[in-house]
T-cell receptor, first 110, second 116 residues
Framework: SQKIEQNSEALNIQEGKTATLTCNYTNYSPAYLQWYRQDPGRGPVFLLLIRENEKEKRKERLKVTFDTTLKQSLFHITASQPADSATYLCAVYNFNKFYFGSGTKLNVKP | NAGVTQTPKFQVLKTGQSMTLQCAQDMNHEYMSWYRQDPGMGLRLIHYSVGAGITDQGEVPNGYNVSRSTTEDFPLRLLSAAPSQTSVYFC???????????????FGDGTRLSIL
């Protein structure tokens, strides 16, 4: 199975700055990697997906990179806002199963 | 569309009791799954189904049963509740089963279960 590692410490940044979150995986390279946002008391909500043959994906203020050599994905939120405060989860998909990291909590201060 | 609906939202059980967590989706999704989320552990896959009549085990299946008699419903049964099963349970669905698919999962808002 896969082990997915995300920084368990909360990331505190100032409004307007870029937040960068890290996701590392062990073992085999996944077919693709997804990022989700989770607010307290709610289920995760899908944000972005990146395939193993893609280096970078963008959606509005969000950017995801995927480095299969380092076995790592980086998730960036540019021009961050207090409304971006949430826990962000990464997930990989292999052989019909999804494996999730424990998430990184992002706090954006006004 | 309601998306993925989970019931109940909260439940307290005594050790040894059994219960069924309900999950229904109205998006005609083939793939459905159950996760538990514990502090510091992230989401862990319990069971999943790639279509009606087909189920398989995830990472942590012990103590849980599932069935998939219809496309819409995927109930999770706790056979004999134990305190270690205290957790938040999430159900999710995805449009299709293919490994090449890039479809995201859609999650319900969870069932918060406490076992005393």
């Amino acid at each position: 199975s896969q082990k997915i590692e995300q920084n368990s410490e909360a990331l505190n940044i100032q409004e307007g700055k870029t937040a960068t979150l890290t996701c590392n995986y062990t073992n085999y390279s996944p077919a693709y990697l997804q990022w989700y946002r989770q607010d307290p008391g709610r289920g995760p909500v899908f944000l972005l997906l990146i395939r193993e043959n893609e280096k970078e994906k963008r959606k509005e203020r969000l950017k995801v990179t995927f480095d299969t050599t380092l076995k790592q994905s980086l998730f960036h939120i540019t021009a961050s806002q207090p409304a971006d405060s949430a826990t962000y989860l990464c997930a990989v998909y292999n052989f019909n199963k999804f494996y999730f990291g424990s998430g990184t909590k992002l706090n954006v201060k006004p | 569309n309601a998306g993925v609906t989970q019931t109940p939202k909260f439940q307290v059980l005594k050790t040894g009791q059994s219960m069924t967590l309900q999950c229904a989706q109205d998006m005609n999704h083939e793939y459905m799954s159950w996760y538990r989320q514990d502090p510091g552990m992230g989401l862990r896959l319990i069971h999943y189904s790639v279509g009606a009549g087909i189920t398989d085990q995830g990472e942590v299946p012990n103590g849980y049963n599932v069935s998939r008699s219809t496309t819409e419903d995927f109930p999770l049964r706790l056979l004999s509740a134990a305190p270690s099963q205290t957790s938040v349970y999430f159900c999710a669905s995805r449009k299709d089963r293919g490994s090449a698919s890039n479809q995201p999962q859609h999650f319900g808002d969870g069932t918060r279960l406490s076992i005393l």
